[in-house]
């Protein structure tokens, strides 16, 4: 075993045991990987709707969303007539932009960028107002390597939307947990009847005694 082989399989070894144990302690603290979180009522049984012009075939994020609802529990329904829930994205849209550039002129290193924005409805009742959620990585470029590189961008942008499925799920999950409903306030007791007020007596004045009549003496 050269030197470099055995470098490189500790470091994978290391990986491994790091992840393991990173597991095991979010797991003990109550957090929830991915595919285990409690899928929420309202995207037990969903319709994904994707308005995109020119669409050809199924972007990523369309089937990340899919595996990951299904491996929640839930249902992802082909006939929106036949969903619970409506999951609404729009906007998506990817770019590039240029970092840094080199000596000879040429970009060397690009950010990419891609955002969507999402709305959840259920019925005529919209539950989550259209949001926008978006996402970065930078990677660097070479033209001496141009072939690599554009394979490169292709699978770092198939990872992105990958990674934006998850995003959106997680604010679709926390503010479904953050909608309160609201509880109908009694109805008001109706008023007390006034107390009776107590009648007093009523008094009848009495004429005054007449004296008693005296007969004179004889």
């Known amino acids: 075993m050269t030197q470099s082989f055995r470098n490189r399989w500790q470091a994978g070894a290391s990986r491994v045991v790091g992840g393991l ?9 109550g957090f929830h990987l991915a595919g285990e979180r409690p899928l929420p ?4 049984s969903l319709y994904i709707d994707l308005v995109q012009p020119y669409r050809v075939g199924t972007p990523p994020l369309e089937a990340a ?4 609802i299904t491996s929640r529990g839930g249902v992802v329904k082909s ?26 002129g040429l970009a060397n ?3 990419l960028v891609t955002q969507v924005t999402f709305e959840l409805h259920s019925g005529e009742k919209e539950l989550i107002a259209p949001q926008a959620q978006g996402i970065s990585r930078t990677y660097s470029f070479s033209v001496d390597e141009v072939l690599g590189k554009e394979a490169e961008e292709a699978r770092l942008r198939s990872y992105m939307q990958d990674e934006l499925a998850e995003l959106v799920l997680l604010r679709i999950d926390a503010a479904l947990a953050s909608t309160v ?3 109908a306030a009694p109805e008001p007791a109706p008023p007390a009847p006034p107390a009776e007020q107590p009648v007093a ?6 004429a005054p005694e007449s004296p008693e009549a005296t007969t004179p003496p004889s």
């Open 41 to 44: 009522p309202s995207l037990s």
């Open 109 to 111: 290193e690009y950010r």
């Open 21 to 29: 144990l990173l597991a095991v302690a979010l797991g003990g603290c």
């Open 79 to 104: 006939h929106i007539g036949d969903a619970k829930a409506v999951l609404r994205l729009t906007n998506l849209n990817e770019t590039r932009e240029t970092l840094s550039v080199g000596a000879d």
């Open 201 to 206: 007596p009523s008094i009848v004045p009495t």
């Open 181 to 183: 409903v609201p509880v």
């Open 65 to 68: 969303l899919q595996a990951r």
